[in-house]
Each structure stands twice: as structure tokens, then as C-alpha cells.
């Protein structure tokens, strides 16, 4: 019997600090046991359980993409217990990784259509993942036109900043980074909140086009309405949700929304989905 | 089906002999409340109980239990590799549990045992025990296991069924797991042709016994977000009284909730699973201090939702409920489980009513 | 005591009717015998489910803390002491209150009744002339004298009145002396104890404890935002079943009410493994009478001995 309770053992192998407020930090993690890496085996938009021994485990967005191979990353923000300790941990410390866990994002589906990404804040981490993926030499000409839509407070709040750029020099994607205010008279790109984005530069919703959103709820709140406007149908609209998790296989009985677990029927959900559920995120 | 006799003398030998192969555990009278216990040599169930107050899910599923373990000493080489402890499952044998009970695992197990993901402790933990159960000729006032798809006599998810017949057991052999205990035991006296006439006969009487019953032919046609909704008409009165304590969820056969948590002591880690209740704020509140669920009336909802409604829709299976009346009994402000139950059954989404019965 | 559920109901009809609160808070029949259920009502035709006798254990107060209507409350001596220490601690404002009197005769202990009864109880008759309770059950009916079947905290009352109302259901009731009730009686017994026998009474009090939290739940006192055990950062208490943690639990919450319980007894009615945690709380009121002449709630002025210091204090450890 495989036990779902096991980490697999990581050594920490690089951490950049991300943005200006050092709240966000991002952990390139390499197994210790290379055979575990095939194991864990994941798709973007799943997540993993982050577990240092002794303190206690966090459900975390797997920010590395199934195409980067030799390691994989976790980009995370400093709030409760376990991160704040991860965040005072060093390159080449030991701890361990369950999963992967969770939905991902409907590849299969997405196949042939055009993709908006609609992104705010740290919640940005499965949506690298999914870019990446999507933009693999192997994959680009899965999907039609790719949009990514991402936002935060300021220049210094963005995650992945180098990435950015160079996303934002290719002609496959557009790409449409906004910060909701800065005063540094160099910003290039867009300022304003992501709604107002969305509502400039997102394609129409036709029935060839799907929409992921990930993000603060007030981005989601305020961003949801402008999808109706431009003619997104609620099963277009893909969602990924964070509730507090605990064993992150669907056991341990707190995560739900009715009857569907955010870990393991979840994370991923459509609009058309949760509307069926209690609001219970 | 094999019905055995065993004369109650035989009984307290029998246990004797299985001493050496099982851990045998029952029901002991303390202080004013009787509970499941490992019996010491010698020590025998007390088999006229009425029931238990913490019902004996711990026996498979411990409200505290060791998960991982890992070295936190540097110089160790699986420093901080977390690895199952070494356990041993050895044969247990849950002497006199009751129907209701024993049906109970059978329900928890749909959340343990599932197509993506096993247990290992709780599987391993089952797999290892012996369900002899004890038919129930004297029901509560609260229970209402026969509407709630177990009953006094029920056989679901037991080794073996005894009926008690007054100077001796009947017992119905059930499994082969059964069949090995009895003959460890040394019980092989086959009862007369009549035996089976009279354990139906008792199961009869048993269930006319029952005074309480819950209604759930319509939960499962109720829409969700209906039910979810009426918070006017059930939730928020119902959950005044309400003082979020655990009680229900701690002495529930079926609740199977559990919370992780890391603890050291020396130089090891380890890591722990405890009990946990929807009743709790911190159950789901985000290391941020959002909280999905952040009002009794939320919390009390997830509970009878979850029992009444979303295990329906997810099994497909009936409630996830035995009818074992202990939350019933032991809510100190008297949250009844018939009631709601029959609440949501009855909630016309028209009208925003429902019939009102306590059973 | 249809009296006094009838002058409940006419007092709450009458508070409704003429918009003095927007609710009342009282206990309807419960769905089992001896359990009443706190419930409140918002319109007279609810008031009708209102009732009064032996079985109304839970205290009341414990439903007030930070509600923003105007409430009508029912309450007794005890409950009406937790409400004056929730006014003293800012919980809820006296002039929010229309507190509604009931001179107290003490409730009936279930698990006393349970443990008598031969076989399950069906139902409960309480006779007020005779002062008896008769249970019965499936072959079985029996009747006792009231008086010994009380809750331990209710046979040992001194203040059965309410300290604070705005009407009484009836007149007052006779008080017990301290000298008549000896409330401290057990109390005193394991202070005799030799420090091994108090570490052994304690250990064999709690080993049933299943840490369901319903004896600080069920405490108007517990109203923290986040009790001390659900703390994680930093994380003083271990949550799994360690006996250390255990105790720790059940003293520091037993501190935490020095100088605040009334002896309500609510802990130990809703304990669902019988444990009689009012052997802590007792302890502490003894002091608080004993050191500083101080009984929790008996009026809405002064905050709790523990809550204050003054310089001249005579303990010197602060200073």
C-alpha cells in the first residue's frame, strides 16, 4: 500500500527573493532521490504539500512547469507558522514535498483554443507554470492566441520579473503586466487594476476562447463581470481556489465546497462549477 | 448461515482461549458510564450495556496516532526524512459492539478507502480486527437506526452477530474472519433448527422497540444549494443554541475529520493526527485569518450538510448517519440530529417551510 | 413550575408587543428528557415555546456576549451574575439587557438521574408540591426527593435570586446560609490531600477527557477571541491526547475564571464523560472569597480581584 502520508525528501537548492517587501521568496527544491522526480510526476496548476519535520506541512501552487526538468519550485508568501520558517531556512537545508496533488487546469480541453490568463498578486505561481508549459517549443502550437493579463501593487510586487520581460518581447504572446500605481517615470507597461485591464485588452469571449483567473478575491470579485461583459460563459471561465488544507488527499474533511474537496476534486474549478457549490472560499 | 450456541459459561472460557491470538476489547462499566476497553486477563465485557458515550472508533481510527516519525539529530543520515513509524497491527477483536457501531465503519470507510488514495493506518488497522457484535434487544429512546439504514440486528460490516438468548448466545457466523475466532475460541456447538426462528423473532421485537425514526426518501432529490440556503428557515434558529463544541463530532461513530499536526520531543520529529471538528473556528480559517466557514451558523451547517446532504450526493449511499443516538444524547444544549434531518427531508424551497417532528 | 413558564411568557409577549427588545432569550422543551435548549424568540407567536422547570441547565449569558440587539433574557442567580460580569467586562450593556428574573430552586443533575434510572429514561414529571421528580422508562418508574438529585453547584447555592433584573417571575425564594450549604466542603477534602494523592485524584479526574472543548464552550467566561490552546504562533499547548497537555488545558482555563465564575455549573453539565471540573473553578472561588472577600458578579462596578491592582496592594512580588 503506497502511503499518501510520506514526503518525498528535497534539498533546497536556490532561493531568490522576489519582490521588494522580501514577502515573497521563490524555492527551487531538487529531490534526493532522483527515481522520486518521476514520481512526482505533475501538470501545471496542481498543487503540493511543502513539509518541514517538526514544524508542519502547507499547501502550495506548484510554480515550476512540468517542461523544467531536474528540479521543481514553489514560490511562497510569508504569513502563518510554516512559511515564515521556511522563509528563515538556507540553500541546502532538507525537508520534503507530498504530492502532487490536486486538479490541474483543463489541458485536454484547452487544446486548439485561445487561452487568456488573468493573474494578481502571489497567486501568479501556477500560472508561470502554465506559460511555460504552453509556450514549450512542443506545445505552443497546441493553443491558438495566448493572452496573460497580470497585476500587482507595484513594479517592485511583481513576481518573475525577468520572465516577464522576456514574455513580453515574444510575438506568440501578449502580454499585458499592470501595476496599480507607480511613480517611476521608466514603467513601460500598463497602470491600473486588473478588471480595467482585462476590459481594454482581453479578447472577446467567443467559444473558442477560455479564460483562467487566479488571484485576490476583490480581483476575482471585480474581474467576473467584465468576463459577462466580453461574452465569457461561465463554464469558459477556470478558476483555482485556496482553502485551509490539512492532508490534501481528500480525507482529512476541511477544504470542501459542499460536496466537492478544493484538494482533490479541486483545485481547479469553472465558474459554472462553483455555482453550484456553497461559497464556502 | 451458520447459527453457533454458546452457553455463557463457554463464553467467559472461550475468551480465555483468544487471548493468546487477539487483543480482545469491550465494554467496561467506569465511573458512571460504561466504554470500550482492552480487557486485562481475566476481565470480562460487561455484555448487558446499554451503549458506550465515546463510541469505539478509536479502536480503528485513534484520536491521537503517530503518522510519521523522523530523526531531527544532524550527524543522523535520514535527518529529517520523515518515515512511517514501525507498528504492529496486531489481531483485535471488538467484543459486544453494537450494530449501529459496527455498521459506522463501513461509512467511514468511503472516505479511507478510495480508488486515488489509501490510508494505511486505518485500512491496516481494520483489516487486522474482529467485529463480534451484540444484538440490541433493549433500545434507547433516541435511536433511529433502523430509518438510518442499520437496525438493531443489523449484520453490516460484522465477523459475527450474537443474540442474546438468556443463559446463552446464538450467534450467526458471518465471515471467514468470524469463523476463525469461533474456532479459536472453541465455540462450535451448532444450534438447533430452531435458532433462526428465534433471532428473527427477537429482531422483531427489537425493532418495534425503536421509538425514533428520521425521514430521508428526499434528501437526496433536495437541491443542495436549496438546503444550503435556508438559513431563515433551519440554520440560523437552529444553530442559536449552538456552543461550537465538539462533543457531537467526538462521540460520533462516523465523524472522520482530523487535523495534522508536528511535534518534537528531543532530538525526533513527528508527526501526529488528531480528531478535529467542523464545529472549530480554526478548522478552516487561512493562516491569513479568512474564514470560509467564520460563524457558528456556518459551522453547524457543514456538519448536518455534510451528513444529511453532501455524503448522500457523493455516495450515493444513504446518510452518513447510523442512528446511534449519542449526539442526540450528549449535546448539551440539545441539537437534534431527527430533527434537522427531518427539516431538510420535508424543506419546501417554495414556501420556505418544513415539517417540524423531533423523530 | 407553570407559574413560572406562564409569567416567562406573558413578560416576553408583553416585551415584544410593545418593542422594548428584539428578542428573548429563553428555553424551549427539549427533544429529550432533561434537556432543555436554549432558544430565542422574535415574535410572540415563538414566545408560546417557551418553558421553565428543573431541566434549564445551560446558562444564558453565555448567548449575549457582543450581541448588538436589545435583548430580553431570562436568568437566575448564577445567570444573572454572569451577566453582571459580561456588563463589568464590556461584553454587552446593561441598558441592551431587560433581564427577566427567575427566583431559582435549583436544577436537576442528569447524570445523577441517568445513573439511577434502570434502563433509559422515557420521561420526567417534576411535582412542585411534593418536591419530587419521578423518572420513568420501558419496566421502570421512580420517584426521589428533588433535593437530592440537584446539580452539586445548585444543592450548594447561596445566591438562588437574581442579583440584577428589571422583573421578577415570582418572589424571591428563601437563600441558604453559607453555613447551611458548606459550599466548600469537597473543596476542602482534596486541599487534605497529600500532594501524591492531589496528583492522583486529578490525573484520575481528567484520564477520561477527550479534549471536546464543550466545558469552555459552554462557559460564558470563554469568550476569547482565540483561546490560549488553539494558539499556533507561538504554539503553547500540544493538541493531541498527551495528558500534560490535558492538564495544562483544564488549569490554565480554571485560572483564566479566578475571580469570574459564578458556579454555574454549565462546564460540568455539558462534559459528555462526566468530569467534574468544577473541582478546579471551586478551588479558586474559595481563595478569591478567602483572600479578598470577593464573590464573582454581584454587581456591574467592580472588576474582578484578578483584573486590578492598586499600589497599595500588600503583595510585594510587582512591586
Known sequence: ?281 | MKVIKIDKNEWASGLEKLRSAYELIGPVKEKFYHAFQSLESGQQPDMDYINTRVSPKYVIYPQSELILECSLNENDEDYKIYKEPEKEYTPKAILGIRPCDADSFSLVRRNFDTEEYKDPYWLRAYASTTFVGLACDQPCPTCFCSSAGSGPYSDNNLDILLADNGDHYLARVLTEKGKKLASAAGWSQEAGDEADQQIEQKKQEAESAIQSSVKTDKLASQSLLDLYDATNAIWEKEAFSCINCGTCTFVCPTCWCFDVQDEVAGKKGYRIRNWDSCMYPLFTMHASGHNPRGTKVDRLRQRFMHKLKYYVDKYENGIQCTGCGRCVQLCPVNIDIRRICNMLNSYDPESCTCEVTAS | ?319
Open chain 1, 1 to 281: 500500500m503506497v502511503n499518501p502520508y510520506i514526503p518525498y525528501p528535497v534539498r533546497i537548492d536556490e532561493i531568490k527573493t522576489e519582490t521588494e517587501d522580501k514577502s515573497l521568496k521563490t524555492f527551487k527544491f531538487v529531490f534526493l532521490n532522483p527515481e522520486d522526480e518521476e514520481k512526482f510526476a505533475y501538470r501545471a496548476g496542481q498543487f503540493a504539500e511543502l513539509s518541514i519535520p517538526g514544524l508542519g506541512e502547507i499547501p502550495i501552487g506548484i510554480a515550476s512547469s512540468p517542461v523544467e526538468k531536474g528540479f521543481v519550485k514553489f514560490t511562497i508568501f510569508k504569513t502563518g507558522k510554516v512559511t515564515s520558517y521556511l522563509h528563515s531556512m538556507k540553500e541546502g537545508d532538507i525537508m520534503g514535498i507530498r504530492g502532487p496533488l490536486g486538479n490541474w487546469y483543463p489541458w485536454d480541453l484547452l487544446e486548439g483554443k485561445n487561452v487568456v490568463i488573468i493573474g494578481g498578486g502571489f497567486a501568479f505561481t501556477t500560472l508561470r507554470s502554465s506559460i511555460i508549459y504552453m509556450l514549450d517549443p512542443e506545445n505552443r502550437k497546441k493553443f491558438k492566441d495566448i493572452h496573460v493579463i497580470y497585476g500587482a501593487r507595484s513594479p517592485g510586487m511583481l513576481l518573475y520579473k525577468e520572465e516577464l520581460e522576456q514574455w513580453a518581447a515574444r510575438d506568440d504572446l501578449n502580454m499585458h503586466i499592470t501595476v496599480d500605481g507607480t511613480d517611476d517615470p521608466e514603467w513601460k507597461h500598463h497602470t491600473g487594476f486588473v478588471p480595467t485591464i482585462t476590459e481594454q485588452e482581453a479578447p472577446a469571449g467567443t467559444e473558442d476562447t477560455y479564460a483562467i483567473v487566479c488571484g485576490p478575491p476583490v480581483m476575482i470579485k471585480f474581474t467576473q463581470p467584465v468576463l459577462d461583459k466580453l461574452g465569457y460563459t461561465d463554464d469558459r471561465i477556470i478558476m483555482s481556489l485556496e482553502n485551509r488544507m490539512k492532508c490534501g488527499i481528500g480525507m482529512c474533511g476541511r477544504c470542501n465546497i459542499g460536496k466537492e474537496f478544493v484538494c482533490k476534486d479541486g483545485p481547479v474549478f469553472t465558474l459554472r462549477q462553483l455555482n453550484q457549490t456553497p461559497k464556502e472560499y
Open chain 3, 1 to 319: 413550575m407553570k407559574s413560572y413558564t406562564d409569567k416567562i411568557k406573558e413578560i416576553a409577549k408583553r416585551l415584544l408587543k410593545e418593542d422594548k427588545v428584539d428578542m428573548v432569550i429563553g428555553y424551549r422543551k427539549g427533544t429529550v428528557p432533561l434537556m432543555h435548549q436554549p432558544f430565542f424568540a422574535t415574535s410572540e407567536g415563538e414566545v408560546d415555546s417557551f418553558v421553565w422547570d428543573s431541566n434549564c441547565g445551560l446558562n444564558l449569558a453565555n448567548y449575549i456576549t457582543d450581541r448588538k440587539e436589545r435583548i430580553g433574557i431570562v436568568a437566575t442567580g448564577c445567570n444573572s451574575r454572569n451577566i453582571a460580569v459580561h456588563v463589568v467586562e464590556g461584553k454587552i450593556q446593561r441598558d441592551q439587557l431587560y433581564i427577566i428574573g427567575v427566583p431559582c430552586q435549583g436544577m436537576v443533575d442528569r447524570h445523577k438521574l441517568a445513573a439511577m434510572a434502570e434502563g433509559n429514561i422515557a420521561s420526567v414529571e417534576e411535582d412542585e408540591d411534593k418536591g419530587t421528580i419521578t423518572i420513568s422508562g420501558q419496566g421502570f418508574s421512580k420517584s426521589v426527593d428533588k433535593a437530592e438529585v440537584l446539580q452539586e453547584n445548585c444543592s450548594i447555592c447561596v445566591h438562588r435570586n437574581p442579583v440584577l433584573y428589571d422583573e421578577l417571575v415570582a418572589d424571591e425564594v428563601t437563600e441558604q446560609t453559607r453555613e447551611q450549604a458548606d459550599p466548600y466542603a469537597r473543596v476542602r477534602e482534596i486541599e487534605a490531600m497529600s500532594p501524591d494523592d492531589k496528583w492522583a485524584y486529578f490525573d484520575d479526574l481528567l484520564s477520561d477527557c477527550i479534549r471536546c472543548y464543550a466545558c469552555r464552550n459552554a462557559c460564558p467566561l470563554c469568550y476569547c477571541p482565540q483561546c490560549f490552546v488553539d494558539e499556533s504562533n507561538p504554539q503553547w499547548v500540544g493538541k493531541s491526547v498527551d495528558p500534560t497537555d490535558i492538564r495544562t488545558f483544564h488549569l490554565l482555563r480554571a485560572y483564566h475564571c479566578a475571580g469570574r465564575c459564578t458556579d454555574c455549573g454549565a462546564c460540568v453539565r455539558s462534559c459528555p464523560v462526566g468530569i467534574n471540573v468544577r473541582d478546579f473553578t471551586k478551588k479558586l472561588e474559595k481563595d478569591c472569597l478567602e483572600l479578598y472577600g470577593w464573590e464573582a458578579g454581584l454587581n456591574t462596578e467592580q472588576r474582578p480581584p484578578l483584573d486590578t491592582y492598586k499600589p497599595e496592594d500588600p503583595e510585594d512580588f510587582i512591586k
